[in-house]
């Protein structure tokens, strides 16, 4: 929130996908490779991760810090082109992180994953704030 060239994510938005995401923080990815969003990287040049269970055509980022990776995950919302939806949304005004999360189809392949989140944010709104 301190910088003028980004949009902020719903904060509740952002630690219910973060969540989900890295297992609370356990998974793998988030402990070895401090990728909390399980953001991918298709040019397998730059540090990434395997994933044990996928073909080798992409890995999951590795990030020098946690922070790295919240940025970077704001920066693909706010202006990656899968996320048209999301930015026109939000250009509208819109704030709440349920609606803007329908939005999201390009995120996740899981046919649950608004559900899964949309409990989490659920949760973080009744026993967080």
């Known amino acids: 929130n301190t910088t003028t060239d980004i949009f902020p994510v719903p904060l509740d938005l ?9 297992g609370w923080g356990t998974s793998r990815f988030a ?10 990287t298709y040019n397998l040049t730059e540090p990434h991760m395997l994933p ?8 999951v980022k590795v990030y ?3 922070c ?9 919302l706010n202006n ?14 819109e704030t709440d992180a349920i609606k803007l999360l329908h939005t999201l189809e390009s995120y996740a ?13 659920k ?5 967080y704030r």
């Not at 994953?113 to 944010?121: A, G, L, N, R, S």
């Open 14 to 22: 952002l630690l219910a996908q973060a969540a989900l995401e890295s």
């Open 31 to 40: 402990r070895e490779g401090k990728n909390l969003f399980g953001m991918r």
């Open 52 to 59: 044990s269970n996928k073909p080798r055509k992409w890995g």
């Open 64 to 66: 020098e810090h946690e």
């Open 68 to 76: 790295d990776s919240v940025m970077h995950y704001i920066n693909t």
């Open 80 to 93: 990656g082109t899968a996320f048209g939806k999301y930015q026109k949304l939000r250009d509208e005004g």
């Open 109 to 121: 392949s899981d046919k649950n994953y608004f559900v899964k989140v949309e409990k989490i944010i």
């Open 123 to 127: 949760k973080i709104r009744t026993e």
